[in-house]
């Protein structure tokens, strides 16, 4: 079974900049997590998806971040524009959720941002 | 605030030397911790869940216990292939990761 499915593994880019990210979840998976990581910390969560509705996106910088789910599968994560601060790993997590009597998180291999 | 703390921060083991990691937590309504592991340049891979005081869990050399405070990882006769960061999570309503400890296990 193909795991959660991540890209671009690496982006350089310059302030000011957009960047987006993607993410393929694990198939039937409904709950996807968008994470951000900064070096020797752990993963901090952005938004959480069940299905297509973000169901919390209150750690997410919606002046310049944002985030989509279309159909419920594939999800998109934005920087516009891009700052300093921003440079870290991006994590993407998927599960089958709660309803179906399990939450663990299956992460991706994460996108290394690096904001010049 | 749910906080979720670990300790040390980072452990340097002999192969065969056995230790235990930490996770201490302030959460009210607990509903799970979990463990995890990250390689470098990798996403963190699950290992455990635990629900309930006094659970516990095992994983060929790993062992998961929990309390109502903390959680502790029981690493028994660690070998090179174990040395990597340990994550351990818990979940109220969304999940709150602690920083990790970052174990070399040396030849």
């Known amino acids: 079974e193909a795991g959660v499915v991540q890209s671009p593994r690496y982006k350089i880019i310059e302030k000011k900049q957009p960047v987006a990210f993607w993410c393929n979840p694990i198939s039937g998976h409904n709950t996807l997590y968008w994470y951000l990581q900064n070096l020797g910390q752990g993963p901090e969560l952005l938004i959480r998806?069940?299905?297509?509705?973000?169901?919390?996106d209150s750690q997410l910088p919606k002046d310049r971040f944002s985030a989509e789910r279309l159909k419920g599968v594939d999800s998109t994560l934005k920087i516009q524009p891009a700052e300093l601060g921003d440079s870290a790993v991006y994590l993407c997590?998927?599960?089958?959720?709660?309803?179906?009597?399990?939450?663990?998180?299956?992460f991706g291999p994460g996108t290394r941002l690096t904001v010049l | 605030e749910d906080q979720v703390t670990q300790s040390p921060e980072a452990l340097r083991l002999q192969e065969g030397e056995s230790s235990s990691l930490n996770c201490s937590y302030t959460?009210?309504?607990?509903?799970?911790l979990f463990w995890y592991r990250q390689d470098p340049g990798k996403g963190p891979e699950f290992l455990f869940t635990?629900?309930?005081a006094g659970e516990e869990k095992e994983k060929e050399r790993l062992k998961a216990t929990l309390t109502k405070k903390e959680s502790f990882l029981h690493i028994t006769a660690p070998k090179p292939e174990d040395s990597a960061t340990y994550l351990c999570?818990?979940?109220?309503?969304?999940?709150?990761f602690g920083p990790g400890t970052r174990l070399s296990v040396l030849p």
């Open positions: 998806y069940e299905n297509e509705e973000a169901v919390d």
């Open positions: 999570a818990v979940r109220r309503q969304n999940f709150v």
């Open positions: 997590a998927s599960s089958l959720g709660i309803l179906a009597g399990t939450d663990t998180q299956y």
């Open positions: 635990l629900y309930s």
């Open positions: 959460v009210s309504g607990l509903r799970g």
